[in-house]
């Protein structure tokens, strides 16, 4: 019989305790290994998870409100696809775009569309046949991922969209106030720094980010 390491021993013996702690929540995966997450990070990551849907559709009932066509992004881009030769191109050359890889609902039984990047196209006729169509991208930080902004150039470049907005919760609080002293008791549309809280803002990508990723 082979023996198992003091290492290996330790860690199985720590699964073993967290799948029989009420602390946790253990799922076995198709090998039959416990896989287990503290039920209070389950919940905060649930309650966040619902926080950001809320503030999703909050987004597109004011983009629809601006006179905006607005549904689901259902595509992304697939950054590692190279040109057929295989070899290693610029931004614009390399990638391709995909159809969002799909999931499984375990609600519904099924595989169902996978979310794509960004979240939204969003449509406005300008003038005559000329429309403008931009790509949303929700965050209520307003912070992209350094593969997410790759992707952002990539649209633009190959003009998927002429513009790419980022959607984010309003304004900071006032200085020196957190939410753990009342902060989240600030009433929205008070004014703080020259703007509302509770507000969405809009940072077009290009502009705030564009002398980096033009470059590539």
Known sequence: MKRVNKEHKEEIMEMIRKAGSE???TSWDERGIPKSKKKSEIKKGKLSK????????????????????VD???NNVDLEYDTPLGVPQSTEQRGKLVQAKRKYNPFKKMLV??????????????????????????????????????KCA?????KIFSKI?????GAPLPT??????????????????GKKRGQIEYNDFEEKYGDKYNKQ
Request: glycine share 14%; net charge positive; proline share 3%.
């Open 113 to 150: 569309v996978g979310t794509g990047f960004p979240d939204f196209i969003s449509i406005k006729l300008v003038h005559g046949e000329l429309y403008s169509v931009i790509g949303v991208e929700v965050k209520m930080n307003g912070i992209l991922s350094k593969i997410e902004k790759e």
């Open 154 to 158: 990539w649209y633009l470049k190959n």
């Open 176 to 193: 020196g106030m957190t939410s753990k002293d009342g902060g989240l008791g600030v009433p929205p549309g008070t004014e703080c720094l």
């Open 72 to 74: 689901k992004w259902s």
């Open 165 to 169: 907005w980022i959607a984010k919760k």
């Open 23 to 25: 602390e946790y929540e």
């Open 50 to 69: 619902a926080r950001g849907a809320r503030f999703e559709l909050q987004v597109r009932k004011d983009l629809e409100d601006k006179g905006r066509i």
